[in-house]
């Protein structure tokens, strides 16, 4: 069998102007975007955000991940570290007496699906969990477009990891 050299082949390629108007991007992490059909929803993975609290409110900052893990075990510190390449640099960390953990169970879009409970270092996840830590501290000035949050267990091994998402 052979293929007359006029035959021409041309793949169907969305303009991208039609995939705008098909797409949406929920998320971004530093060069890489995510997209989805518009209308969907997707929970951003292993992503963290930071959030402070109005003027006089306590705790004064609470930081979130959003984490996809099958059975993490022994979670004894949340790390705050700046990523330069292949270089990770420790910033500050929270042990059990730094601040309040939550982890609310969440489903395929990243919405609640039941109350965020409150566990005590060290603790445990599983599955699709958003992590909440409430503390007073964090690095003042500090900026978070080059920083991953780590988790770590009681032997000081990384077992989860999150940056923040644009």
């Not at 969305?14 to 929803?41: A, D, I, M, Q």
């Not at 042990?95 to 109350?115: C, E, H, R, Y």
């Not at 003042?140 to 077992?159: C, E, N, P, T, W």
Request: glycine content about 8%; proline content about 4%.
């Amino acid at each position: 069998m052979s293929i007359s050299s006029n035959t021409k082949l041309r793949p169907r390629l969305r303009s991208k102007s039609g995939c705008r108007r098909t797409t949406s991007r929920p998320s971004r992490l530093k060069n890489y975007e995510f997209w989805v059909r518009k209308g969907r929803h997707i929970a951003a993975i292993n992503t963290a955000d930071l959030r402070e609290a109005s003027s006089g409110g306590a705790p004064r900052y609470q930081l979130s991940l959003i984490l996809a893990e099958s059975m993490l075990r022994d979670i004894a510190s949340v790390e705050l570290a700046r990523f330069d390449g292949d270089l990770s640099t420790t910033i500050t960390s929270w042990t059990k007496g730094d601040g309040q953990v939550f982890i609310t169970l969440l489903n395929s879009t990243g919405a609640d699906i039941g109350p965020p409970q409150s566990v005590v270092f060290p603790f445990q996840v599983n599955g699709l969990v958003r992590v909440a830590l409430r503390t007073d501290r964090f690095p003042r000035g500090f900026q978070v477009d080059h920083a991953v949050v780590y988790l770590r267990d009681s032997s000081g091994k990384r077992i989860a990891e999150a940056r923040f998402a644009q």
